[in-house]
């Protein structure tokens, strides 16, 4: 303290020295040219989405005509599919502690 009591002229010129370095630093001099600030809508894939994205778009081009459905072929074919069976719903919280709903 006694240091800045003896050096007034020296601490204030260097404390008005940070503070007009740091406002000239946070005001910026000239505002940012527009055309800096743009970019361009371009977004990296992955190469797995990417792949994906060209499976949907095969699959979108696949047209279905309804001879394929009248042919005796497809009208032979059999449903093997198992029926669901309703089973009792459990609890509502299942990491609640047992006998607390």
């Known amino acids: 303290m006694d240091w800045l009591v003896k050096h007034k002229l020296v601490a204030g010129i260097v404390i008005l020295v940070i503070t007009a370095a740091a406002w000239y630093m946070l005001s910026g001099s000239a505002p940012a040219d527009d055309a800096v600030l743009m970019t361009e809508n371009v977004q990296d ?3 797995e989405a990417q792949e994906l994205l060209d499976s949907l778009r095969r699959l979108q081009e696949v047209d279905l005509d309804s001879p394929i459905f ?4 497809f009208q032979v074919l059999k449903d093997f599919t198992t029926p669901v069976i309703p089973e009792p719903i459990g609890r509502t919280n299942p990491f609640a502690p047992l006998g607390v709903q």
């Not at 009248?70 to 072929?73: E, T």
């Open 70 to 73: 009248a042919n005796p072929s």
């Open 45 to 47: 894939i992955p190469p």
